[in-house]
């Protein structure tokens, strides 16, 4: 007998469910995969995505009379509704499956590091002791080898920054990740953001780079900065969509 799990507190699905039914769900987007569900058997908790990632797209799936309902709103408030109690073939879309998760299961809309061009002075020197290093070649082979290294180290060092930086854009929350060895985040809700500046000057500006300024209304300052990063105007319009309730789209 396949494992069931119980929602906890949803007030539209309230009796057990099975991988399946879960996987259904979400597919039809009734079901976010942050969702936390109880393990039947072993009481253990889990969120949906858990269950449900690396699950095979099935051709069909078919429930057969569902135990659980849904809510849709009406005049009045909310009024529950039986889906179908017949037996229905139900196509399961993949449109979420272009997306990257979080370990939450929340989808992750936009996910980037600092560019490249944000590291502009250590990239200058890095050039200049290469090409130092080719210079020396015809004078004094050791002196050419170290600037060589020195150059190599310089750039390892700008990628262990740049990729230690994590910006993250999910349906719920923005989220700066940063760190080697111990990971910090700082985070704001999507709901709690209340102003998103921009900044684009100077050479950086002309590179095409940005900084973004969260800021939320429970903190007079910034909450959450996304620096040196490329689209930053186009990041925080995608901001504005999800706190409007629009459709986004994945570019």
Not at 20 to 33: F, I, K, P, Q, W
Not at 82 to 90: A, G, H, N
Request: charged share 25%; with cysteine.
């Amino acid at each position: 007998m396949s494992a069931r799990y119980t929602l906890q507190q949803h007030p539209a699905f309230s009796d057990p469910l099975t991988k399946e039914d879960l996987y259904t769900l979400v597919a039809r987007g009734s079901l976010t995969r942050g969702e936390m569900c109880i393990d039947e058997d072993t009481g253990l908790t889990h969120t949906v995505g858990e269950l449900v990632s690396g699950m095979r797209r099935p051709s069909q799936a078919r429930l057969d009379r569902p135990a659980y309902r849904e809510i849709s709103p009406d005049a009045d408030g909310y009024e529950e509704e039986e889906i179908i109690e017949e037996v229905e073939e139900v196509e399961i879309e993949d449109a979420d499956d272009d997306y990257d998760y979080t370990p939450s299961g929340e989808i992750i809309l936009h996910h980037a590091h600092p560019s490249w061009l944000g590291y502009t002075k250590a990239l200058f020197l890095c050039i200049l002791l290469a090409v130092a290093g080719g210079l020396l070649f015809v004078i004094q082979l050791e002196y050419a080898v170290i600037a060589l290294l020195c150059a190599s180290s310089t750039l390892i060092a700008i990628g262990i920054s740049r990729y230690s930086h994590d910006y993250i854009v999910t349906r719920e929350r923005v989220e700066l990740i940063w760190g080697i060895i111990g990971r910090s985040s700082k985070e704001a809700r999507i709901c709690d953001i209340r102003s998103i500046d921009v900044y684009e000057s100077g050479l950086k500006g002309l590179l095409g780079l940005g900084t973004i300024d969260f800021s939320t209304a429970a903190n007079a300052g910034i909450e959450v900065q996304f620096k040196d990063m490329r689209q930053a105007h186009e990041v925080k319009d995608l901001v504005r969509k999800l706190q409007r309730g629009g459709p986004v789209t994945d570019d």
